[in-house]
């Protein structure tokens, strides 16, 4: 099965993203997390079943610091959860897609993760996320 884990939306200040974000959805964020594999700090909030990640550059050279040079802050990646992310990639690129990593990483939120290159999805970055196992993190 997958369905919407999150919307990944590129901002250039986090404290000012929390504040926007908090307004919006009446609450304020569950989690603040720096993922230094990708040079990123995020931040989740709850919505519904699904969520809405934050990614702050946390360095210039980063790729969500590259994202908002070339396109500005918004939305920069749709993240569908699956059950078996080896099992998807598998099944994906078999159906044309080009995977940017084909072997899962770890990622924000107690995730192992895995891209789409958006080329090959309509422009858009989709990300497969699976909750990773204690021994995967």
Not at 34 to 55: A, C, P, Y
Not at 90 to 103: D, I, K, S, T
Not at 118 to 127: A, C, M, Y
Request: negative net charge; hydrophobic residues 40%.
């Amino acid at each position: 099965m997958i369905r919407i884990d999150h919307i990944g939306i590129a901002v250039r200040n986090m404290e000012a993203g929390n504040e926007l974000f908090a307004k919006l959805l009446g609450e304020a964020h569950y989690k603040i997390e720096t993922v230094e594999s990708e040079k990123v700090h995020t931040s989740f909030f709850r919505i519904g079943e699904s969520k809405i990640e934050l990614l702050e550059a946390g360095d210039p050279e980063s790729p969500i610091a590259k994202f908002i040079e070339k396109r500005g802050e918004g939305i920069h990646h749709i993240a569908f959860a699956v059950d078996d992310i080896r099992a998807e990639i598998e099944r994906l690129e078999a159906e044309g897609f080009v995977p940017l990593n084909r072997e899962p990483k770890r990622g924000a939120d107690n995730m192992l993760v895995a891209f789409l290159h958006p080329k090959s999805s309509n422009g858009v970055l989709v990300e497969l996320c699976q909750p990773a196992s204690p021994q995967e993190l």
